[in-house]
């Protein structure tokens, strides 16, 4: 009942910025959590940033503060703010969403973010 498009990714060197963008439609009022997972060229796969209904948000401890999660509940969207980029965050992005308890959950494609010189 949810779809969730991805947008911003692309190639950025080392210390750059990028801005990640998921926009949900459909069901979007059943939503409660969303945020961003990723996973590495080495297969590691990890929580990014969620941001809850109320607000809440937690940040995995590498991306913590240089990365910036916020959301737009009037345009049902989720946005990453990536500063201070590194190699090591080069992977897909996929964005994620789940309705409250979070046994009901929505995935975008991915896109892929790389950081390279």
């Known amino acids: 009942q949810v779809q969730l498009v991805e947008s911003g990714g692309g190639l950025v060197q080392p210390g750059g910025s990028l801005r990640l963008s998921c926009v949900a439609s459909g069901s979007t009022f059943s939503i409660d959590t969303m945020g961003w997972y990723r996973r590495t060229p080495g297969n590691q796969r990890e929580l990014v940033a969620i941001?809850?209904?109320?607000?809440?948000?937690s940040y995995a401890d590498s991306v913590k503060g240089r990365f910036t999660i916020s959301r737009d509940n009037a345009k049902n969207t989720v946005y990453l703010e990536m500063n201070s980029l590194k190699p090591e965050d080069t992977a897909v992005y996929r964005c994620?969403?789940?309705?409250?308890?979070?046994?009901?959950?929505?995935w975008g494609q991915g896109t892929q973010v790389t950081v390279s010189s």
């Open positions: 941001i809850r209904s109320s607000g809440r948000i």
């Open positions: 994620y969403a789940d309705r409250l308890g979070g046994n009901v959950q929505f």
